[in-house]
Structure formats: structure tokens, C-alpha cells
């Protein structure tokens, strides 16, 4: 059975940064790619940043580029998210994805999804 377990979310200030982490059991995990989306209130479930299966490329939402990291230890069948310079407007559900294909910023390719942990960012 495939399941995504996410950890690592909380309450942090502006500017802070946080380190998500997504255990992955069920399936092979060096075999796939991965991904992050995040949910704010209200609003549509976003791609934030995706990692192909070796950890050799990676994509980001140029909303994030430059302030979070995608990596994956496949030894640990895990991959991170290292969130540094947080805003409030980073404030949502973070969600961790199993791609059916090769890595895409497209959460219709992804196939299984973890239950999300919440980030907050206050101001």
C-alpha cells in the first residue's frame, strides 16, 4: 500500500525557515519522481517544487525559486523541503506527491498524495 507520511510543519516568523520531510513506504522510491504542493485557504492547490527520480534535476515555482529546496535521500525513502526566508504568504497545507511519469510541475501526473502538514507564517 502507498503511503506518503509529511512531517515538519508548524508556526514560525517571517523570515524563518523550516525543513518538511515526506516518508514514503508502499512502493519503490528510487524509481519515481516527487513533488511538493502547498494549499492556502480559499485558494487552489500549487506546485512548489518537484525532484526528478535520482535527485539530478529539480523544478521550483518561481514564487519559491531561491528560498526552498528539494532533495531526496533514497537510502531513507524520503524526500525534504528546506523552506529558508519564509513569508506569510508561504502560509498553507504542504503536500507531498508521487509523480505517475517523469518530474512535472503538473499535480494531474501525480498519483498518490500524503495528508499534508500545515505551515504558518506570521508577520
Known amino acids: 500500500q502507498v503511503q506518503l507520511k509529511e512531517s515538519g510543519g508548524g508556526l514560525v516568523q517571517a523570515g524563518d525557515s523550516l525543513r518538511l520531510s515526506c516518508a514514503a513506504f508502499?512502493?519503490?522510491?528510487?524509481?519515481?519522481?516527487m513533488g511538493w504542493f502547498r494549499q492556502a485557504p480559499g485558494k487552489e492547490r500549487e506546485f512548489v517544487a518537484a525532484?526528478?527520480?535520482?535527485?539530478?534535476?529539480?523544478d521550483y515555482a518561481d514564487s519559491v525559486k531561491g528560498r526552498f529546496t528539494i532533495s531526496r535521500d533514497n537510502a531513507k525513502n524520503t524526500v525534504y523541503l528546506q523552506m529558508n526566508s519564509l513569508k506569510p504568504e508561504d502560509t498553507a497545507v504542504y503536500y507531498c506527491?508521487?509523480?505517475?511519469?517523469?518530474?512535472?510541475?503538473?499535480?494531474?501526473?501525480?498519483?498518490?498524495w500524503g495528508q499534508g502538514t500545515q505551515v504558518t507564517v506570521s508577520s
Open positions: 508502499g512502493f519503490t522510491f528510487s524509481g519515481v519522481a
Open positions: 506527491a508521487r509523480s505517475s511519469r517523469s518530474y512535472s510541475n503538473n499535480p494531474s501526473q501525480y498519483n498518490s
Open positions: 525532484i526528478n527520480w535520482s535527485g539530478s534535476l529539480t
